[in-house]
């Protein structure tokens, strides 16, 4: 087949931009042809006859202004290739599958100020989300999270047959094997950490999305002892100077390590002794499932659409999604020092060998290469 993959920004080390390239390695895998039309891309040379990556030049210095000028380009580009099916990691018009990594725009929209409803960026993203979602449109949707649903339903109808829910995807690399003690026992002497400190972990780009900002207060409002002896290390892109001045405010300027993107995130996953994740909106939350896969603990805040796994795991602790700095606070404390660590991640590995953590692509992969839309009962 022919396949044209859309998406606004590919770099390394985003969980969007993970599942987009196992999707597209595992697509030519299988013998198809694959364009893709991104606006920036960086971090991944491909070379493979059968895939082509067309980085469109727009104007405009908005985002928002960016993405309307894509989503007109890339219709010109798809009426001349004439793809088999195209498939969007973003919303956008045109798409035949669309993969939905991003919560529902318009139920968030509506926590904002009245006025923010008439800005161009709502407008565009409006637009753009109903192109996908509205009642009659002709597209199959990757649902990651089950909990987004009855959101998109409610604003526009979608009907039930249109989602497919995809299981969670975790890499190979992030298992925890007969290694990984020894893999994290080495990470933790280079960083020169003692078998009393206690590593905490977050793994995840958009710094303010994922909460860095709680968890830093959180080991700021550890006990003495407990705070003395604790390491918050952030992997992951974003804008790191505010949290960096938030750290240093607080006193724990010391213990807050910004490394940005790695490509060794599993080494930290067998070297740390507890995820944080207190995402302030998260429509799945990969780190969690690698967390649990690799055996580390978490605590996560129930908005997250994967926190559930760590439920059903019993590898931790979930707080609610209406958020307590307090709450965090006293979970984090109570966790860093319960003798319950070694039984959560005998839990977490349980779990992972029970679940379904890595078959994402192929599931994707399926309904991809499946009839479009309103074709099943003509096939």
Avoid at 261 to 279: E, I, K, N, Q, T
Avoid at 340 to 348: C, L, S, T
């Amino acid at each position: 087949m022919h396949l044209a993959f859309a998406l606004f920004k590919y770099f390394p080390h985003g969980g969007l931009q993970r599942n987009f390239r196992r999707i597209t390695e595992l697509a030519l895998e299988r013998g198809h042809r694959v364009d893709v039309y991104t606006l920036a891309w960086s971090g991944w040379t491909p070379d493979h006859p059968n895939l082509q990556v067309e980085v469109m030049k727009v104007p405009g210095w908005r985002n928002h202004t960016r993405y309307r000028l894509f989503g007109n380009r890339l219709q010109e580009r798809l009426a001349e290739s004439r793809p088999d099916r195209v498939v969007g990691f973003n919303k956008m018009p045109g798409l035949d599958v669309y993969y939905n990594a991003d919560p529902c725009f318009m139920e968030r929209a509506q926590t904002r100020h009245p006025l923010y409803r008439w800005s161009g960026r709502y407008r565009q993203h409006a637009a753009f989300e109903q192109a996908v979602f509205r009642a009659d449109a002709r597209n199959h949707i990757l649902l990651l999270s089950e909990a987004e649903k009855p959101l998109f339903q409610r604003w526009y109808g979608t009907p039930d047959d249109r989602f497919h829910l995809m299981p969670p995807y975790v890499s190979a690399d992030r298992f925890a094997g007969p290694e990984a003690p020894d893999i994290g026992a080495g990470l933790r002497q280079e960083l020169g950490l003692g078998e009393d400190d206690r590593m905490l972990l977050m793994v995840g780009s958009d710094f303010r999305r994922k909460g860095v900002d709680r968890s830093i207060r959180a080991l700021a409002a550890l006990p003495e002892a407990q705070r003395q002896r604790s390491h918050l290390y952030v992997l992951g892109k974003g804008r790191a100077a505010t949290l960096e001045a938030l750290a240093h405010r607080l006193g724990v300027a010391a213990q807050v390590h910004f490394l940005q993107g790695r490509d060794d995130v599993a080494r930290f996953l067998f070297a740390a002794d507890l995820l944080l994740h207190p995402a302030h909106q998260e429509n799945t939350g990969t780190a969690i499932v690698e967390a649990i896969a690799a055996g580390l603990p978490a605590l996560v805040t129930g908005n997250c659409g994967y926190a559930f796994h760590v439920e059903r795991a019993k590898c931790g602790q979930v707080l609610p999604p209406s958020f307590s700095q307090p709450a965090m606070d006293r979970a984090l404390a109570e966790m860093i020092g319960s003798p319950e660590r070694p039984r959560w991640r005998d839990n977490a590995l349980a779990y992972a060998r029970r679940t379904e953590l890595g078959s994402r692509a192929e599931h994707a992969l399926r309904v991809i290469e499946g009839p479009r839309y309103g074709e099943q009962a003509a096939a």
